[in-house]
RNA sequence: GCGCCUGUAGCUCAGCUGGAUAGAGCAACGGACUUCUAAUCCGUAGGUCGGGGGUUCGAAUCCCUUCAGGCGUGCCA
């Protein structure tokens, strides 16, 4: 609609060109908008106080020059009227809204698609959490949001791959099993201390456990070393299998998972060094190796190789998002918690120094969620080990209520998750309140099939033309601006738009169904109201598809 | 100190990337189930968009400055 009104608009412009009543034909953009206010129109035009400067001519004088030259083959426009300093308002036709609705009928579940991405290869790149301990609810929301992402850009015309980095080399490993071999060696009664900077959950003492009754004894006839060997590559493989199948719960898959390790063993990461070293871009001081990273606006150069000789988590991922690239990816997006966001200026640096573009390079900086029982802290503290799992909040309320919740807020906001409400099925609960009006139309539906026989609707002009209630117009006038929501939030990558938008659907929808009811005695509008109805079903069903949520048919 | 993020109703947050009279939910108060699911709806009340400057026809939105909170600022990951 909006852009039939850009049409009608912008023909007017030419033609008052042409006649004289506009003295320049340097046109802006046309925009066109919703008012808020009911009575200044269902849409209206900014376009004549863009032109006031170029023009040379007041902008309520441009608006009439404008608005005499305005053809309307379609009757699409019931009334036109300039308001204020020198807005456009634009009433449309009631019958004009109705063929909106066939689209979203005929695309179905690629209504709101697009193909901004036209193809391009996309990665986005998530969670990605050290297998070192189990996925806290932080990483829920970060893989609730990279999911998200993912699923809306491969919607906008993207090839999307998604990615989880597994940092499986590195000290982090050897401390894992150091702590699990400590807990082994408890087990054996011997006395041991065990360190403040070895992991402290219980989950350490369980990977003993199993380590104890699958190999018994021996592990302490071993040359300790190695022990610590064994112990770090089994937790961390059963750790890694832990995590896989927590995200598999929560509804999530990745399409590759990349180790840490591998960057290593194919001798990249040695031969990045090199070839930077070469470049200069990586000199020696202090008897380690630093990048200049400043040369692309860090603070301060970055360690890539210590003194003792060991790299450093930066030298494997300048590697790894070299090799993101060379792999075709045109963009690549990581998502990081905000803890992170450090890093963000040295690794745009090394992908610079690949000789990429600083824009093909996107970190999607997740805020922290603070976890809430009752409006009380729960305990999170990874110190003492005790954290509330993904997998916790998983089972307590469940996969769609959490990834709801989870893309609620924009992600650079701290995020409260409170456990109590999140359990509660009532309308404090922003996801009960979306997926009741799926049920609710399932429901309608079915009613009508078993009361009325009706099996099937379909388009029907004569029909829909008795849609003229305020709340069907203002259904479809809403259901018209998905595909503008979700392409937006492609563009932007924030799903919360998604989330927003339904829930004022939502609203719009129960507020409806509240005042009007969809079977009647009248055939005719019965009809063109389930054909509405089922409009609002599909595309409900549409947007919590892309963040990952079902739509129940009842509830 | 420096860097990033956030300050909008009592609370939790949106605000379509500069538009007209700033919006939801919760909490409070008052109403609506012999009805397609009350997991819902309707109404009332609630604001100096942290403060101060600037940019322009027009600012919650952009710029500067200031205050407050969170996070970061390792040859840790």
Redesign the pocket.
């Known amino acids: 609609m909006k852009r039939k009104v850009e049409n009608l608009i912008n023909n007017a412009l030419e033609k008052a060109y042409k006649n004289g009543d506009l003295l320049s034909s340097n046109f802006p953009e046309t ?1 066109v ?5 009911g ?3 269902d849409l ?3 376009i004549a ?2 032109m ?2 170029i023009q040379k001519m007041s ?1 309520r004088k441009i608006a009439e020059a404008i608005l005499s030259n305005v053809e309307n083959p379609d009757n699409i426009v019931a009334k036109m009227e300039i ?7 634009f009433f449309i036709n009631t019958l004009a809204w109705h063929p909106f609705l066939k689209k979203i009928h005929d695309e179905d579940t690629g209504y709101g698609a697009s193909n901004i991405g036209q193809g391009r290869r996309i990665q986005v790149e998530f969670v990605s959490a ?1 297998p ?1 301990g189990p996925l806290h609810v932080g990483h829920g929301r970060g893989a609730a949001v990279g999911d998200a992402v993912a699923n809306i850009l491969a919607y906008c015309g993207y090839d999307v791959q998604r990615e989880y980095y597994v ?1 499986d ?5 050897r401390t894992l099993g150091l702590s699990v071999f400590l807990r082994y060696r408890e087990l054996f009664d011997q006395n041991i201390i065990f360190p403040d900077d070895c992991y402290q959950g219980e989950y350490i003492k369980d990977l003993a456990e199993t380590i104890k009754a699958e190999n018994g004894r021996k592990l302490l006839e071993k040359d300790e070393e190695q022990a610590v060997e064994f112990c770090a590559r089994f937790a961390a493989s059963t750790i890694l299998k832990g995590i896989e199948t927590d995200l598999a719960d929560f509804g999530i898959s990745f399409d590759r998972w990349y180790n ?1 390790q591998s960057l290593f063993d194919s001798g990249r990461v040695d031969t990045i060094i090199r070839e930077l070293k070469d470049k200069g871009i990586i000199y020696e ?4 190796n630093w990048f200049r990273t400043t040369d692309y606006g860090d ?2 150069d ?2 890539v ?4 000789g ?5 030298a494997s991922d300048i590697a790894y998002h070299k090799e993101k690239f060379e792999r075709g990816f045109t963009r690549v997006i990581d998502v990081w ?9 040295r690794i745009t640096a090394s992908v610079q120094a690949a000789g990429y573009d600083k824009n093909q390079f996107n970190v999607i ?1 997740i ?2 969620v ?1 976890l809430l029982r009752g409006g009380k802290p729960a305990s999170m503290s990874t110190r003492s080990g005790e954290f509330v799992t993904l997998k916790n909040v998983v089972d307590e309320v469940g996969r769609d209520a959490a990834r709801f919740i989870f893309l ?3 992600y ?5 998750f409170d456990l109590e409400l999140a359990r509660k ?6 996801v ?2 979306v ?2 009006v799926h ?2 139309i ?3 539906l ?3 099939k078993k009361e009325k026989g009706i099996t099937h609707v379909s388009w029907n002009e004569k029909a829909l033309s008795g849609l003229t209630e305020p709340e069907e117009i203002q259904i479809i006038r809403q259901l018209i ?1 998905y595909p ?2 979700v392409k ?1 939030s492609a ?2 990558m ?1 799903p ?2 998604i989330t ?1 938008f339904l ?2 659907l ?2 719009s929808f ?11 005695d009248d055939p005719d509008l019965t009809e063109a ?1 389930l054909y509405l109805v089922l409009a609002v079903k599909k595309i409900i069903r549409n947007g919590l598809t892309l963040l990952g949520v079902s739509a ?4």
Do not use: C, W
């Not at 129960?510 to 009647?520: D, E, G, I």
């Open positions: 925009e908008e919703e008012p808020k206010i009575s200044q129109g209206s035009t900014n106080m863009k006031a400067k902008p308001a204020g300093p020198g807005f456009i308002n050290n070192t940092n080399s590195g000290r982090q490993i840490e001081k202090d008897g380690a603070e301060k970055r360690v190789i210590r003194e003792n060991l790299t450093t988590y930066f918690g905000a803890d992170h966001h450090g890093y963000i200026p900086l805020q922290l603070n609620t807020r924009h650079e906001s701290p995020l409260d099925q009532t309308n404090e609960n922003p009960y309140y997926q009741y049920a609710r399932s429901s309608i079915k009613k009508g601006g503008e929501t937006a563009e932007l924030e919360h738009r927003y829930m004022n939502a609203s129960h507020s409806y169904y509240n005042k009007h009811k969809v079977l009647t109201r129940p048919d009842k509830m």
